[in-house]
């Protein structure tokens, strides 16, 4: 499956002002990459405990780097999508900051 999916971004340029559009865009890109770190996640730890047993009976100390990665990451993409409208002087991508996009 392609992230995001294509279907998202086929609106006409007069559907949505130019930076609503870029920022939606990467709104989205953002929420695709958590999805797809989360789905990762899951499908490698959050099966079943024979799976489990099974990556730590062959690399463990590996598969627990990897684990701990995407976790982290996972959490990263969270906090950022959660995000103010600004922080510090910067304005970041983020849910709490579409209201005042869509403002401009």
Do not use: C
């Amino acid at each position: 499956m392609q992230y995001p999916p294509a279907k998202f971004f086929d609106e006409t340029p007069d559907q949505k002002p130019d930076g609503l559009r870029a920022f939606h865009r990467e709104l989205l890109n953002e929420f695709w990459h958590l999805r797809r770190t989360w789905n990762e996640y899951r499908q490698l730890f959050g099966i079943s405990e024979k799976r489990i047993e099974l990556l730590n009976g062959a690399a463990g100390s590996f598969f627990g780097i990897i684990q701990a990665a995407l976790w982290d990451s996972s959490l990263l993409y969270i906090s950022r999508l959660t995000d103010p409208p600004k922080v510090g002087m910067r304005r970041t991508i983020s849910i709490q900051a579409l209201p005042a996009t869509r403002a401009r």
